[in-house]
C-alpha cells in the first residue's frame, strides 16, 4: 500500500474440502490495512488463513481480525506475522484471533507473531481457543431459548465480529450465517 492508501479485505473460508488463503501487505507512511476473515469447517475440512502484514515507513495500521469455528474432524489454522522494520515508528498493528471448537474432535492452531525493530510503537496480538460457553447457554435457557437456538445466536455473533465495519457488513454476515447453517 503506498504512503496513505487504505485497503480493507474481507474472507470468508467456507464450504470447500481445503481452502488456503494467503495475503501479504506492505505498508507506506501512513497507510491503513484491515484484514476480516471468517474460517467455517466442519466435517474432515481443513481450512487456513497466512498473513504477512509489512510496515515498511512511519505511522502505518493494521488491524487483522480472524474468527474460526470448526466442528467434527475439521482443522482451521492461522499463521500470522507483522513485521515491524527499522524507522517505522508510530505504528500501529493489532491482530486478534479466536477460534470456537464445536466438537473434541475438532483442531484450531494459532500462530499470530510480532517482530519490531522500531521505537515508539503500538502493537498487540491475541489468540485463544475455546468452545461455547456453558453458562451463557443455560443463561439463554433460562430465559426460554432452545439450546440450538442459543448456540445458532452465540456463533452467530462470534463470526459476526470479523465483517464490523465493512462497506458491505449485511451481505457478509447474512453469507458467513448461511455457511453457518450448512454446517450445524
Given at each position: 500500500l503506498a504512503a496513505g492508501a487504505r485497503f480493507d479485505l474481507r474472507v470468508l473460508g467456507a464450504g470447500a474440502s481445503a481452502c488456503r488463503?494467503?495475503?501479504?501487505?506492505?505498508?507506506?507512511?501512513?497507510?491503513?490495512?484491515?484484514?476480516?476473515?471468517?474460517?467455517?469447517?466442519s466435517g474432515t475440512q481443513t481450512v487456513e488463513i497466512v498473513t504477512h502484514v509489512h510496515h515498511t515507513a512511519p505511522d502505518a495500521v493494521s488491524r487483522q481480525v480472524v474468527r474460526s469455528v470448526?466442528?467434527?474432524?475439521?482443522?482451521?489454522?492461522?499463521?500470522?506475522?507483522?513485521?515491524?522494520?527499522?524507522?517505522?515508528?508510530?505504528t500501529d498493528g493489532e491482530q486478534s484471533v479466536r477460534a470456537m471448537l464445536l466438537d473434541r474432535t475438532a483442531s484450531a492452531n494459532a500462530r499470530p507473531e510480532l517482530e519490531i525493530h522500531a521505537d515508539d510503537v503500538k502493537c498487540a496480538h491475541g489468540c485463544a481457543v475455546g468452545e461455547l460457553d456453558a453458562g451463557a447457554l443455560f443463561?439463554?435457557?433460562?430465559?426460554?431459548?432452545?439450546?440450538?437456538?442459543?448456540?445458532?445466536?452465540?456463533?452467530?455473533?462470534?463470526?459476526?465480529?470479523a465483517f464490523t465495519g465493512a462497506?458491505?457488513?449485511?451481505?457478509?454476515?447474512?453469507?458467513?450465517?448461511?455457511?453457518?447453517?450448512?454446517?450445524?
Open positions: 488463503i494467503v495475503v501479504r501487505a506492505t505498508l507506506g507512511a501512513g497507510a491503513e490495512f484491515t484484514l476480516g476473515a471468517a474460517q467455517l469447517a470448526a466442528g467434527g474432524q475439521a482443522t482451521v489454522n492461522y499463521l500470522g506475522k507483522v513485521l515491524v522494520a527499522k524507522g517505522a515508528d508510530g443463561y439463554m435457557a433460562q430465559r426460554g431459548l432452545p439450546p440450538e437456538t442459543a448456540k445458532r445466536l452465540m456463533l452467530q455473533a462470534f463470526v459476526a465480529e462497506a458491505d457488513e449485511e451481505l457478509l454476515q447474512a453469507r458467513a450465517i448461511a455457511a453457518l447453517e450448512a454446517m450445524l
